[in-house]
């Protein structure tokens, strides 16, 4: 069966510091990747999303990046974070379907 | 601008009673709706969706309705238990033919359902 890793958990990190996240799946191959952003009293919202190795489309200008150095890795970084990064961040996948199936986050939090 | 909207940031139940959560879209081109139900510190899960070409889906306890002359959806919950109480969130998306779509799903805000014992 499919599994998804995302990891830490919880983060706390001070202003202008880099981050990265890092997010692997299992079970599958080619899947489709993407880094979901939950504010403070928002919804989802989409960061990044990925069809392939290095083929990483943003649907947001911000200060984050990701990359797929592999088919089944997915990294979101920042160089320098502002107050505004913070929030609960979601790796999530699907292959050829509508359906996301998410991981369990990371609660980030800039101070 | 929001293309899916849940207006209600909140709703209490009590158990056995039902749920209802409304979800409402502006985008007349989605014609794939899900929801999603998420508990704290956790990823969402998948629950139940709904194609365009339905008006009602039905899996247990839980069933979505489509309107999709008032681009309108809803998520009925009967009967609501404890274990219920989460925040739900409705998501839509565009189809884009056999190779699916990019799973660019737009989600509303979502609604926090309490269900009281």
């Known amino acids: 069966s499919q599994t998804i890793h995302q990891w830490p958990a919880t983060l706390v990190q001070p202003v202008g510091s880099p981050l990265s996240l890092e997010c692997t799946v299992e079970?599958?191959?080619?899947?489709?990747l993407y880094w979901y952003r939950q504010a403070a009293g928002r919804g989802l919202q989409l960061l990044f999303y990925?069809?392939?190795?290095?083929?990483i489309s943003s649907e947001v200008p911000q200060n984050l990046s990701a990359s797929r150095p592999q088919d089944r890795q997915f990294i979101l970084s920042s160089k320098k974070l502002l107050l505004s990064d913070s929030g609960f961040y979601l790796c999530?996948?699907?292959?050829?379907?509508?359906?996301?199936?998410f991981g369990s986050g990371t609660q980030l939090s800039v101070l | 601008d929001q293309q899916v909207k849940q207006n209600s940031p909140s709703l209490s139940v009590q158990e056995g009673r039902i749920s209802i959560l409304n979800c409402d879209y502006t985008n007349s081109m989605f014609d794939y709706f899900l929801w999603y139900k998420k508990y704290p510190a956790e990823g969402p899960t998948f629950l139940i969706s709904i194609s365009s070409i339905k008006d009602k889906n039905e899996d247990g306890r839980f069933t979505v309705f489509l309107n999709k002359s008032a681009k309108h959806l809803s998520l009925h919950i009967v009967p609501s238990q404890p274990g219920d109480s989460a925040v739900y969130f409705c998501?839509?998306?565009?189809?884009?033919?056999?190779?699916?779509?990019?799973?660019?799903?737009?989600f509303g805000k979502g609604t926090k359902l309490s269900v009281k014992p």
């Open positions: 079970g599958t191959s080619n899947p489709n």
């Open positions: 998501a839509a998306s565009v189809l884009r033919g056999y190779g699916g779509s990019q799973g660019n799903l737009i």
């Open positions: 990925s069809i392939g190795i290095d083929q």
């Open positions: 999530a996948w699907s292959v050829r379907t509508e359906k996301l199936f």
